[in-house]
């Protein structure tokens, strides 16, 4: 019984922001608990490296595109969901942080920022909820930030970005739940991505940042594991609308 409530097994995720990162490791998480994994990202040797480490325990899908265009979303949903036919799980883990000060952030870096952060995650759920409520209910899962709920420098547009996808998150829930489709979001301390290389090679930054955490340390990777399967799977079918702190304390000291 208790492993029903994490099985993953005849259940589809879309995985945008797969190719490294926050993205990839949810992807391989999602894969071991038995979900075939759709494998989206600009960099398709990337994600083919990705789908072989999988092959061993999972299957995956790779599908290069590129969503900066929000023209392309509808198209891009057809083809993920041409794979098995559906897509049960939406993990939007793409994004992207200039650290930029306030006085070099451009137009240009701004809506770039807003639109790959905050609005494709709305505009590719929405291509997909109908196909997720035909089949009695879907989960989506946001990637939120420690700047959802407090800022930091050269972050500004990155800030902004990830309090708006807090509030989505919640307005997806308040829209879809009663569909059947849970709308939740994890807001990560600094682990080591692409994003946070700046961080991670200022050493005295970042032993500053762990002593910040209730835990004493900053996250790995595989510290995500457990809540995106969690959030993907039938034991969280009574949680929608919430915002997840993997984080170490780094938020409640």
């Excluded at 998480?29 to 092959?55: F, P, Y």
């Excluded at 793409?94 to 609005?119: C, H, K, M």
């Excluded at 909820?129 to 700047?147: F, T």
Aim: aromatic share 8%; with cysteine.
């Amino acid at each position: 019984m208790i492993d029903q409530l994490f099985s993953l097994n005849n259940k589809t995720a879309l995985i945008t922001g797969a190719s490294s990162g926050i993205g990839q490791q949810q992807a391989k998480a999602l894969a071991m608990a038995g979900a075939q994994v759709v494998l989206l990202g600009r960099r398709e040797s990337e994600l083919q490296a990705c789908a072989e480490s999988i092959a061993s325990f999972g299957t995956a899908h790779v599908l290069a595109a590129d969503l900066q265009n929000r023209e392309n979303i509808s198209d891009i949903a057809t083809q993920a969901q041409s794979f098995t036919g559906h897509i049960d799980i939406l993990v939007n883990a793409a994004g992207v942080n200039f650290r930029e000060p306030y006085g070099q952030i451009t137009p240009e870096s701004w809506d770039q920022t807003i639109n790959i952060n905050l609005s494709v995650p709305f505009f590719l759920a929405r291509e997909l909820v109908s196909g997720m409520e035909k089949r009695g209910g879907g989960r989506i899962i946001n990637i939120a930030s420690l700047q959802s709920e407090r800022a930091f420098a050269d972050s500004m547009p990155y800030g902004a970005s990830k309090g708006g996808v807090a509030q989505l998150t919640r307005a997806m829930a308040e829209a879809w739940s009663a569909k059947g489709i849970n709308s939740n979001a994890i807001a990560p301390g600094f682990f080591p991505t692409g994003l946070t290389a700046p961080v991670f090679e200022k050493p005295e930054l970042l032993n500053k940042l762990s002593s910040q955490t209730a835990i004493g340390r900053n996250g790995e990777l595989e510290d995500l594991d457990g809540v995106t399967v969690f959030l993907a799977a039938q034991a969280s079918a009574y949680i929608t609308g919430q915002i997840i702190y993997v984080d170490g304390g780094f938020t409640a000291k």
